[in-house]
């Protein structure tokens, strides 16, 4: 599962990082959310930002 997402993870890792909230990223990657699940769980996605993970 780590592959499939690994593009999507840096992403998701960077949006995380400018919030500083990659504790909190790690931990809904843990429980086995997608990079964009995690995001959206934590409110850390900008409008627009969502068109990076396609």
Known sequence: MKQRYYIQDRIAMRIA???G???E???AR???CTPLEA???WD???P???ELFK
């Open 17 to 19: 990082a400018r919030l």
């Open 21 to 23: 909230l990659v504790p």
């Open 25 to 27: 990223y790690k931990i």
């Open 30 to 32: 843990r429980h086995n």
């Open 39 to 41: 995001l959206e769980d």
């Open 44 to 46: 850390m996605l900008m």
């Open 48 to 50: 627009g930002e969502e």
